[in-house]
């Protein structure tokens, strides 16, 4: 057999190696095309790698070589100039793209429909043929609209950018449309290395012996490196240093995705080849995988370097519940459980390491939410300063929550400062899996009270959360479902206890919602059970109860004009719920609120610089946030333009470590709220000093008047909250969903084309979330029991209701512009709403998420 192919690709021919496990490999890595993305690479189930073979779409990873010898292969770089540019402006002025990681595949996709039905092609048909492709971000109403645009010729212009308010398109965002914009794994540097991770065979077992003797003799390798090579801290993680970046020999595995050994080598190929020799030999114990077990007295404590399987306890109270229950005409009690759910970006993490040796630095490119604790923890793992370590953000293929703690990071810097070498190391979907934190799985035993008219009398809960072995931010999420366990609504008093546990199951830290979605799942639960005790309507209940100014919440905030956001979308909400009643729908509304930023007495502090280049006019705009498709560059910008004029094309922005703008992890619907204060902070600056050329113009945003629960009598908890009201209409003959009506308070629209496709993005996975998704594990093992994206049930574009997106604006005192943010609340009040209308559908009372599964296996 020879060991080459011939194919023409994108009208030249091409000789490839043989030896690629399929035509995307030799796209990438031999050729060097990276518009085709690898989200899943070899199973086929993201799209993300879509090409043309003689003009039909195919997915790359499912093409053996042998397949496509001496066909035409046509990827976006070989696509017509002006082809390019109507999808490319199809997309970025519809919106239709947020990270946009998946979009070249769709483009591809799209394009092999329209080439065949031009202006025919109508949305149904093109939502079924999109059923190849996930896309986590957008709910995939603004990339049908782009693909409408493109098929009937009616592109709109896009308009680049304008100040606060204008509904301008993405930074980048054409150069996302087509894949030119590089995510880590499209990076390219002479003499990169490629390094791939050997993962534990156990959830909980001692490790006696590693023996890498057989990888370091394999084909190809340059080294392989275990704990023994560690020169630094062994433990990492952003508030406990208890996450090992390798186990050593003599340690013990908590998880299924700790890492034993990483190995180098001259190809991504030989590396994971390799790294399959590394043999281990284990004293396997019994996982810890039930929770309540876990913090039941005489438990065994699950994770190596602790000394108790309680990570946290929450609890606050506030007045009297007992008697107030008591007194109560109507109490309800239920439990609710929630699963744990797998985040599903697109783009599996991946790091690229480079060192200088003659400054004894390194530069690392990451896709991580938190570029500073990246740097501080590989540089204490390399035992060296922080200033010798810079963290480059590159914009990420998605994140949710999933990329604030480190996957890769560390153990490939690792490599690369001991081999001096630029190494790159990308996961693969199987290890993502395994490897990053989960949404926490919790059981909530709720008990409430009502007055006669359905005013709330007193709540009590108890609450017991799955963190997994490692702390991540599981106590925060744990503290956050307690904080917000009363939700939007006045409660007279209130008992809150909430535990995080620590299990041998997946680590599970920060995603989305960040624990208010599972509390107000519950608490939107109860608010329908007690107004059907009274006799009212869901709408009226919320109405008679819902937070208003100088009253006080849940844990003891009095709070401010902010929360007038809660009440004005309750009644923008309902016109289209008293009609959706009227037309003999079933409904079901959900009310939420969510914080934004860290709160609880935390200071919060970021910078930004804005320069101007005298040399080419450019002006520069630094910040320290993690781009991941919600759109901060976007709003930097955006914030310039408004603030001091100039043109939008003008602007560059940039993140990295070289100067100290950042604080934390790009979470909490942070960025937009701290990113836009500093950068308009940094621009008066510039105004100040006349804009001068060539020097930075510094700014700050500081949010340091939040106080700990506890420490006064009616703490300032969290700085700033948005609300949302989402209606879900559902007919009652199929059972489906036809319409989800999202009411959003975002205090200040910066861009309110963005903000529209946050939320239905945000109402896809909600739907998802209530209804279809779970990420189970095996009890036995503690492993997950998923291993491929289509096992995840995640809903897919034909079956994804229109969403009607209507925006709020109920300024947020002490915030720059009025801005809440809209990330975080997104799905808060989904799940609720959907299972109020299933109950209309149907009288059953819903109590365990998902509503509906489906996946939970490979078929």
Not at 148 to 166: C, D, K, L
Not at 294 to 304: N, R, S, T
Not at 305 to 316: A, H, I, K, Q, R
């Amino acid at each position: 057999m020879s060991d080459t192919v011939e194919l023409v690709v994108n009208g030249a021919p091409v000789r490839v190696r043989a030896d690629h496990p399929h035509l995307l490999a030799a796209l990438r890595e031999e050729l060097g095309i990276t518009s085709p993305k690898d989200g899943c690479s070899p199973s086929g189930q993201c799209g993300c790698c879509t090409v043309h073979v003689d003009g039909k779409a195919v997915v790359a990873c499912q093409q053996p070589l042998a397949k496509v010898a001496g066909r035409s292969v046509l990827t976006l770089e070989g696509v017509d100039a002006h082809e390019r540019e109507r999808f490319a402006t199809a997309f970025a002025s519809c919106g239709g793209l947020q990270c946009g990681f998946c979009i070249p595949g769709i483009v591809m996709r799209a394009k092999a429909h329209i080439d065949k039905q031009g202006g025919a092609l109508d949305r149904s048909h093109m939502a079924r043929h999109l059923g190849a492709h996930l896309c986590r971000c957008t709910g995939y109403v603004k990339v049908l609209d782009a693909i409408e645009a493109v098929a009937q010729g009616a592109v709109p212009v896009a308009v680049q950018s304008g100040g606060i308010g204008a509904s301008a398109m993405r930074y980048e965002a054409k150069e996302l449309t087509l894949g030119d914009r590089g995510y880590v794994d499209d990076l390219r540097v002479d003499g990169m290395l490629h390094a791939a991770l050997r993962l534990t065979d156990h959830a909980r077992a001692d490790v006696l012996r590693i023996d890498t003797s057989a990888a370091a003799a394999a084909p190809g390798v340059v080294a392989v490196y275990t704990a023994a090579d560690v020169p630094g801290d062994l433990r990492v993680g952003i508030i406990y240093k208890d996450w090992p970046v390798l186990i050593p020999e003599g340690g013990r595995t908590s998880y299924a995705g700790d890492v034993l050994a990483i190995v180098v080598a001259d190809t991504r190929q030989h590396a994971r080849a390799a790294a399959e020799l590394v043999t281990v030999e284990y004293t396997v114990h019994t996982p810890v995988t039930d929770a309540d077990a876990a913090i039941a007295d005489g438990a065994d404590v699950a994770v190596w370097g602790t000394d108790t399987n309680v990570l946290s306890v929450s609890e606050y109270r506030r007045g009297d519940v007992d008697s107030l229950l008591a007194s109560s005409a109507h109490v309800v009690r239920e439990t609710f459980h929630t699963q744990r759910i797998e985040h599903a970006f697109l783009e599996p993490e991946s790091t690229l390491a480079v060192p200088d040796t003659a400054r004894g630095s390194i530069h690392v490119y990451s896709g991580g939410q938190g570029i500073w604790d990246d740097r501080n923890d590989i540089a204490g793992v390399l035992g060296i300063a922080r200033e010798r370590v810079t963290v480059e953000l590159i914009t990420n293929g998605g994140a949710f929550g999933g990329k604030e703690d480190m996957s890769n990071q560390a153990q490939t810097a690792l490599a690369a400062w001991l081999l001096q070498r630029p190494v790159k190391c990308t996961l693969s979907r199987e290890e993502s899996f395994l490897i990053h934190a989960k949404r926490h799985p919790i059981r909530m035993e709720y008990e409430a009270g009502c007055d006669a008219d359905g005013r709330l009398t007193a709540l009590r809960v108890r609450a017991v959360g799955d963190s997994g072995a490692y702390a991540s931010v599981g106590m925060k999420v744990l503290e956050r479902m307690a904080g917000h366990a009363s939700g939007p609504y006045l409660v007279q008093a209130i008992d809150v206890r909430a535990v995080a546990a620590r299990t041998n199951n997946p680590v599970c830290g920060a995603f989305r919602g960040f624990g208010a979605n599972q509390a107000q799942f519950a608490m939107e639960g109860v608010m329908d059970r007690l107004a059907q005790h009274v006799g009212i309507s869901g709408w009226e209940m919320r109405k008679r109860n819902v937070i208003r100014p100088g009253l006080v919440w849940g844990p003891g905030q009095r709070m401010d004009d902010g929360c007038l956001g809660a009440e004005q979308c309750l009644d923008a909400v309902r016109p289209h719920y008293d009609a959706a009643v009227a037309d003999g729908k079933a409904v079901g509304l959900g009310l939420g609120l969510k914080n934004s930023g860290l709160g609880n007495g935390f200071r919060e502090w970021t910078g930004a610089v804005v320069r101007f280049h005298s040399h080419d006019g450019t002006v520069e705009v630094r910040h320290g946030w993690t781009e991941m498709g919600q759109g901060i560059n976007t709003v930097a910008m955006q914030v310039v333009v408004e603030e001091l004029g100039v043109d939008p094309a003008r602007v560059r922005v940039i993140i990295d470590t070289t100067r100290e703008l950042g604080l934390g992890q790009t979470t909490g619907s942070r960025g937009t709220l701290m990113g836009a204060g500093a950068v308009k902070a940094a621009c008066e600056t510039a105004r100040a000093a006349g804009c001068a050329p060539d020097v930075d113009h510094v700014g700050e945003y500081i949010v340091d008047w939040t106080q700990k629960l506890g420490t006064v009598e009616n703490p300032t908890i969290h700085s700033t909250f948005g609300y949302a009201a989402q209606l879900v209409i559902m007919d009652r003959a199929s059972g489906n969903i036809e319409r989800v009506v999202a009411v959003h308070d975002v205090g200040r629209a910066v861009n309110p084309l963005l903000c529209e496709g946050q939320i239905e993005g945000s109402v896809h996975m909600g739907l998802g979330y209530a209804l279809t998704e779970q990420f189970p594990h095996d009890p036995d093992t503690g492993f997950p029991t998923n291993t491929t994206l289509r096992s995840l049930g995640i809903i897919r574009p034909k079956d994804m209701p229109p969403v009607d997106v209507v925006l709020v604006e109920a300024p947020q005192p002490n915030a720059p512009y009025g801005i809440k943010g809209v990330g975080e609340i997104g799905l808060v009040p989904t799940a609720g709403a959907v299972a109020a209308a299933l109950h209309d559908l149907d009288g059953e009372w819903r109590t365990v998420l998902p509503m509906r599964p489906r996946g939970g296996s490979d078929d």
